[in-house]
């Protein structure tokens, strides 16, 4: 037998950076990768050569080329975590380049159907992980497809599916190659690519951690998402009209704004004030007639609120709603929109002299500051809203109260920072101080307002941003700051969120808002 001529058997196979003069191929091939998807312009790729040459590779087979992938650095804490592709990319041209950041985000693979199952994807990987090293960048984020996902979308939900998947009860073709690479889910992202059907729309955004990786400066940990509020401890005290009512309020909006705030924070049920000028006695009457002011109460926060350009947690309020009488704290925004959050736990004191009836719905919401939540006095007292509210993005809970002892006071002041600790988030609580000694039911007002923060170096050293005296009409003014908190719960002393033993206990509401995402991680 003569001696075989190996080279009939070779292929080789190339890995490089993408060149102008394969644009063609790439383009072709994508259109075979991605049926019924929007190609590449040429235009796209020829950006990212000029842009980033160093982040654009492919696999290249006797001359072929039969795989390719793109990516650029980013700063991701500058993103929003529910970015689009578009977002991320600069609608794919990569325009948002940052050579300074500290993320590689990976924006594109693709393996031609013929050569598929000869791991040209993990070379292309491969590639972006030794680029990532060489550069010294954090991690590779991506926003991975889930073309699986249409099979099953009529009977679970995205973080079902990603969950199923992860316990390898089900294969997809995209997640199980990126999770067998390293790759962790980080959140699902929802409209990320609006022409993907077979995903539904919906990606994994998922990162791989260089852990070779040395910072070379310390700008990460800056201060740079700085929240300003201003907490007003109210003084409850006799008034002749809803006037002289309004006229106090706006005073203390209006010091909000000399400082400069991005919040306001009313307490609990201040506006029972309104029941000093009011001749009935009889609290359950009283209750009644106070809901007649709702609207009043309404037009002037909304009013302040886009005049002095600062948003506005306004207290609680009691509202009449089919019969009903609910505890209600209204948010205020400054562009002039309104939300509203219902109190869920009703004390046995207001459900006896008021017949105060409990709301079934928590929500957080958002605005120019990040997302926050609203929980009411005795909402506080009970974690598993607070647990929900920031695993919906809450950054913020506020939490007007009104207590009429120091015991009362101190359950709502301990759980408040027991929630700021557990939770990772900042939490924000306003109370009501002075006597009403006309009004029926309005008993004695204990309280000392304040800012908490989680406990770990990042923060202040007791965790409290300020705190008002206790017991006098008066303000607290203090910074907190989103990307300082985001960074804390990603790499702090310990990692309550990240740390959760989900393989053991979880949380679920029986009502949620229908604009729940259903693709949050749990």
Sequence with gaps: MSELDLSQFEKKVVLRNITEADIDQILDMQKVCFPGME?????????????FPEGQFCVEVDGKIIGSCSS??????????????????????????????????????????DYRGMKIGKRLYEARRELAAEMNLKSIIIGGRIPNYHKYKDEMTPREYVEEVESQNIYDPVLTFQMMNGFRVMRINRDYLPD???????????EWNNIEYHAKTKRHFKTSYPVRITVIQYMMKQIESFEEFARQVEYYVDVAYDFGSDFAVFPEIFTTQLMSFL??????????????????????????????????????????????IYNIAYLFRRDGTIEKQYKIHVTPNERKWWGIQPGDTVKVFDTDCGRIAIQICYDIEFPELARYAVD??????????????????????????????????????????????????????????????????????????????????????????????QRQRKTGTVRHLHDRRKDLFELRFKNLESETPDDQIK
Excluded at 83 to 112: A, C, K, Q, S
Excluded at 196 to 206: E, G, I, P, R
Excluded at 279 to 308: D, N
């Design 196 to 206: 993907d059907k077979q995903s539904a729309t919906f990606a994994t955004l998922m």
């Design 392 to 485: 919906q993005g809450a950054n913020i809970i506020f939490v007007p109260f009104c207590t009429d002892d120091r015991q009362g006071y101190l359950r709502v002041r301990y759980c408040a920072q027991a929630r700021a600790v557990e939770n990772q988030v900042y939490t924000v609580i306003a109370g009501t101080v002075g006597n009403l000694t006309q009004v029926e039911n309005m008993d004695i007002q204990y309280a000392q307002s304040g800012i908490f923060t989680p406990s770990d170096f990042e923060f202040a050293r007791d965790g409290i941003v300020g705190e008002c005296p206790p017991n006098i009409e008066t303000v607290v003014v203090g910074d907190v700051d989103l990307e300082i908190l």
């Design 279 to 324: 001749e009935e006695k009889v609290p359950s009457k009283a209750v009644r007639k106070l809901s007649e002011f709702t609207e009043q109460y309404i037009e002037l926060f909304t009013s302040l609120a886009v005049r002095y350009n600062v948003n506005i947690v306004g207290g609680s309020h009691f509202v009449e709603e089919d019969e009903h």
């Design 39 to 51: 190609p590449w312009k040429k235009s796209h790729l020829k950006s990212h050569i000029d842009i």
């Design 72 to 113: 650029l650095i980013v700063n991701f804490d500058e993103y929003d975590d529910r970015h689009t592709w578009d977002d991320i990319t600069d609608e794919g041209y990569i325009t948002n380049h940052n050579p300074d950041g500290f993320n590689l985000y990976g924006i594109e693979v693709m393996v031609h159907p």
